[in-house]
C-alpha cells in the first residue's frame, strides 16, 4: 500500500509539473527566445508523455504514451524545423491516436455522436482549405479531422478525451488562420496555446484514467 501511495503521489506531481509547464508557457507564447523556450514549450507536452508512460501497462498505454510523446516533439520541431516537419510529427501522433480509438470504439454509439463525428471529419479538412487553400494542410487535416472523429465515437469519456480532440482541431484552425486572416491579431497565438495545451491534458486524462479504471474493476 505505501508503494501504490507513494506512485499515485508521483503521478499527480508529474501531472501537475505538466500543467504548469504548460499553462506558464502562456507568459511566453508570442516570443523567439531560442533554444530555452523551445524547450520551454516542449516541456509540458513532454510530461504529460511521462505521466501517461508512468501508468502504462498494456498496449493501449503505451500508444497513449505514444501519442502525446509525438505531440512534444511537433512542438519542438514546429520551432526547429518549421511547419510542415512539425506537422509531421503531429500526424503520426494523430495516426497512432485514431488506431487507439478505433480500437476503443464505443458498440452502441447514438446516431447524434455518430453526426458529430462525421462533421468532425468533414469539417476538419474542409475549413482548412478555406483558410490556406494549401493542398498539405488540407491532407494534414483530414488526418486530423480523422483523430478527432474516432476520440469522438471512442469509449474515452467524451467531456474530456472526446472535447480535448475538438480543441486541437479549433487550435490547428487558429494556426491556420494566423496564416492568412488572422495573421496580425495578437490573441491568436495565446488562444492556439491555450486550446492545445488543455486538449492534449484532457485527452491523456480521459484515456488513462480509463485504462486504469479497466485495471482496477
Request: hydrophobic share 55%; proline share 2%; net charge positive.
Amino acid at each position: 500500500m505505501d508503494i501504490q501511495h507513494s506512485q499515485h503521489r508521483q503521478h499527480r506531481v508529474v501531472f501537475a509539473a505538466a500543467c504548469i509547464a504548460g499553462i506558464s508557457y502562456l507568459l511566453v507564447a508570442r516570443h523567439d527566445g531560442g533554444m530555452a523556450y523551445t524547450l520551454w514549450k516542449g516541456a509540458g507536452v513532454a510530461l504529460l508523455a511521462l505521466w501517461c508512460g508512468l501508468q502504462a501497462r498494456d498496449v493501449a498505454g503505451w500508444m497513449i504514451t505514444a501519442v502525446i510523446a509525438f505531440g512534444a516533439l511537433g512542438d519542438v520541431l514546429l520551432e526547429t524545423h518549421g511547419l510542415t516537419i512539425g506537422a509531421l510529427a503531429f500526424a503520426l501522433g494523430h495516426l497512432i491516436a485514431a488506431t487507439l480509438y478505433w480500437r476503443n470504439r464505443r458498440m452502441q454509439a447514438p446516431a447524434t455522436q455518430k453526426a458529430l463525428a462525421l462533421a468532425l471529419l468533414v469539417l476538419a479538412p474542409l475549413v482548412s482549405w478555406l483558410l490556406t487553400e494549401r493542398a498539405d494542410v488540407t491532407f494534414y487535416a483530414a488526418i486530423l479531422g480523422t483523430m478527432a472523429a474516432t476520440a469522438w465515437l471512442s469509449r474515452f469519456p467524451r467531456y474530456s478525451t472526446g472535447i480535448g480532440a475538438v480543441m486541437f482541431v479549433v487550435s490547428d484552425w487558429l494556426i491556420f488562420a494566423r496564416l492568412g486572416p488572422l495573421e496580425s491579431a495578437a490573441w491568436v497565438s495565446y488562444a492556439i496555446w491555450l486550446l492545445y495545451f488543455v486538449g492534449q491534458a484532457l485527452i491523456a486524462w480521459g484515456v488513462v484514467t480509463t485504462l486504469a479504471s479497466d485495471k482496477t474493476g
